[in-house]
């Protein structure tokens, strides 16, 4: 998972907040799985991000943030989406969209394929077209398109953080690719 920076006001918490809130409860997130489709809708790449982790790795990621009190889910995704693809990304988010799963992370290693060392965090994942130019933007280092054949190589999935390996497996099962 991904940090917001956190500010007052607008829904946001100052950090001091933001670490009490982990503290006490489970923070909802989501996480996207954006994907390139042909002209049928047959997924033909996976984009994976490049972050450098908390702890100075570099790793694959998924675009993955908080949900802000009195944001929809719909809204969190297309700001997440716009802060690590760009704003020339184009993502195609349904008006009601659906996740492919639901994931938490704990902050205890091994309760689920999930980890957070923050925090408990609940995730809604989803797949997401994307049609346009996408640049990582502010933490994001590298977006990378891999065919969905690549994006199962062992080498590739053992580069994502925090469990997001499975959440990816669980993306292509769910699209049958």
């Not at 006001?9 to 409860?25: C, F, V």
């Not at 954006?34 to 450098?52: F, K």
């Not at 802060?83 to 309760?111: C, N, S």
């Not at 190589?153 to 469990?163: F, S, T």
Request: some cysteine; proline content about 9%.
């Amino acid at each position: 998972m991904t940090d917001v920076t956190t500010a007052t006001g607008g829904g946001l918490l100052s950090r001091e907040e933001m670490d009490s809130a982990r503290e006490r409860l489970p923070i909802v997130y989501v996480d996207v799985v954006p994907v390139r489709v042909d002209d049928q809708g047959t997924v033909i790449a996976v984009g994976l991000l490049l972050r450098a982790g908390e702890d100075g790795q570099i790793k694959r990621a998924l675009v993955s943030g908080r949900v802000l009190y009195h944001e929809r889910i719909r809204a969190a995704l297309l700001r997440h989406m716009e802060k690590d693809l760009g704003p020339l990304a184009l993502p195609r988010v349904p008006p009601a969209p659906q996740p492919f799963t639901i994931a938490e992370y704990f902050p205890t290693p091994g309760v689920t394929p999930f980890h957070d060392p923050r925090q408990h965090a609940v995730s809604l994942a989803y797949v997401v077209p994307v049609e346009g130019d996408c640049a990582p933007q502010q933490d994001a280092l590298e977006l990378t398109w891999f065919s969905p054949l690549e994006a199962r190589d062992p080498a590739v999935l053992a580069e994502l953080m925090n469990g997001q390996s499975t959440l990816l497996l669980q993306a292509l099962a769910h699209l049958g690719v």
